[in-house]
C-alpha cells in the first residue's frame, strides 16, 4: 500500500497511482512498485466484477481512478520496456479499458465523441474534492479537462481540441453542456504533460504559457488563477 499521508490518511487509489512511480521506479525500486500493483489489481477487479473489496484501498470507484492507473502502467512501461509492461499487465489494462468504452463504469460515460463524460454536481469526482456539508466546493461535471486523454483515441484527439481549446489560448476546466468553465485551473497542465497528448505543439505552448504566466509560483501552481472570479 501507498498511505496519502501520515498518520492521518489511509491508501487513497488515486494518490496512490499518482506517487507510485516516483517513489518507486524513480528510486530502481520496480520490485516494490509491482507489489502494490498487485495488491491494487486485485482491488479494481474485484471493483469491476461487484464485489466487495478484500483490499483497503479507498476511493476506487472514482472515475479518474482507472485513468491514473493506465497512466501509472505507463511509466512502468518507460522503466523496464513495452514488451515486459505487455507481458506482465497487458490483459488488465485491456480489461480496464474495456470496462470503460463498455460503459461498465458508474460514473463514467464514453460519448459518441469519444470524449469521457461524468458528474460531479453532488459530489467531488476528482482530485480538488474538497467539500463542505457534503457538497463540493469546486463543482466539476461533465467533460472533465483532465479526464479526457486517452480513449478512443483518434476520435478524442479531434474532439478535445473542439470542445476544451478556447479562443484564449488555453483549456476550459470543464464543459458541460452549454456551459464552459473559463476558469485558468492547473487540470490542463495534464493534458501538455502526457505522452500521448490531444493538444498540437502550437497549442501545448500557448496552454503552458497560461499556466506559467497565471498560475506559477515558487512553490508551485496555484489551483486558480487570480484573474478569474472566485479567486480567494
Avoid at 19 to 32: D, F, K
Avoid at 171 to 200: H, K, T, W
Amino acid at each position: 500500500y501507498i498511505l496519502a499521508g501520515y498518520p492521518w490518511f489511509k491508501c487513497r487509489a488515486r494518490d496512490m497511482f499518482i506517487a507510485l512511480p516516483g517513489l518507486t521506479l524513480s528510486i530502481e525500486e520496480q520490485e516494490y512498485f509491482e507489489l502494490v500493483i498487485k495488491t491494487a489489481e486485485r482491488g479494481i477487479k474485484e471493483f469491476m466484477e461487484g464485489k466487495p473489496l478484500s483490499v483497503k484501498i479507498t476511493e476506487i470507484e472514482q472515475p479518474d481512478v482507472l485513468l491514473w492507473l493506465i497512466w501509472c502502467l505507463q511509466q512502468y512501461a518507460k522503466e523496464v520496456g513495452l514488451e515486459a509492461c505487455l507481458k506482465r499487465y497487458g490483459k488488465f489494462m485491456k480489461q480496464v479499458l474495456q470496462f470503460i468504452e463498455e460503459g461498465k463504469h458508474p460514473n463514467l460515460e464514453v460519448k459518441e465523441n469519444g470524449l469521457l463524460y461524468t458528474d460531479g454536481r453532488g459530489k467531488s469526482v476528482t482530485w480538488m474534492n474538497s467539500s463542505v456539508n457534503g457538497s463540493p466546493v469546486v463543482v466539476r461535471t461533465g467533460y472533465i479537462v483532465e479526464f479526457n486523454l486517452e480513449a478512443l483515441a483518434e476520435r478524442c484527439q479531434q474532439s478535445f481540441s473542439k470542445v476544451f481549446y478556447n479562443e484564449y489560448g488555453y483549456l476550459f476546466d470543464y464543459v458541460n453542456g452549454g456551459s464552459q468553465d473559463y476558469s485558468v485551473r492547473p487540470n490542463m497542465i495534464f493534458a501538455v504533460a502526457l505522452d500521448y497528448s490531444p493538444l498540437s505543439q502550437e497549442q501545448k505552448k500557448s496552454v503552458l504559457d497560461v499556466c506559467t504566466r497565471e498560475l506559477l509560483t515558487p512553490k508551485g501552481l496555484r489551483s486558480l488563477s487570480p484573474k478569474s472570479s472566485g479567486y480567494n
